[in-house]
């Protein structure tokens, strides 16, 4: 089982930019598409972006198109994700999660919002705040 640790979130106003870190344990990060999930309070969670294992294809919420950029360093088992042109509606803990299936990697909307079935590890998050 592998040990992911989110970093880098924290309190800005919007337009402001953050860029999260995901950490993971072990030698097999390169073999494993990554997500970026978010929940605000009092919802349920919002899928934000994917990268296959490579970093060679990524998908983008709607939300996030165009402001948000997925990237990983697979030498460092790390995952990025560089948030741009914040707005409060990002507020919430943002969250890495492993694809379940090395190798495999979907681009639907329903596959990558299935979290249950898609997903087999999580970091605990780190919290994003934007506000005034």
């Known amino acids: 089982e592998v040990r992911l640790v989110e970093s880098g979130g924290g309190l800005v106003q919007p337009g402001a930019s953050l860029r999260l870190s995901c950490s993971a344990s072990g030698d097999t990060f390169s073999q494993y598409a990554m997500s970026w999930v978010r929940q605000a309070p009092g919802t349920g969670p919002e899928w934000v972006s994917a990268?296959?294992?490579?970093?060679?294809?990524?998908t983008y919420a709607p939300s996030v198109e165009g402001r948000f950029t997925i990237g990983r360093d697979n030498a460092k088992g790390t995952l990025y994700l560089q948030m741009t042109a914040l707005k409060t509606e990002d507020t919430g803990v943002y969250y890495c999660?492993?694809?379940?299936?090395?190798?495999?990697?979907?681009?639907?909307?329903?596959?990558?919002?299935?979290?249950?079935?898609?997903?087999?590890?999580w970091g605990r998050g780190t919290q994003v705040t934007v506000s005034p």
């Open positions: 999660a492993r694809f379940r299936t090395p190798y495999y990697y979907c681009a639907s909307y329903a596959c990558l919002g299935s979290f249950d079935s898609t997903y087999d590890d």
């Open positions: 990268s296959n294992a490579p970093g060679s294809s990524t």
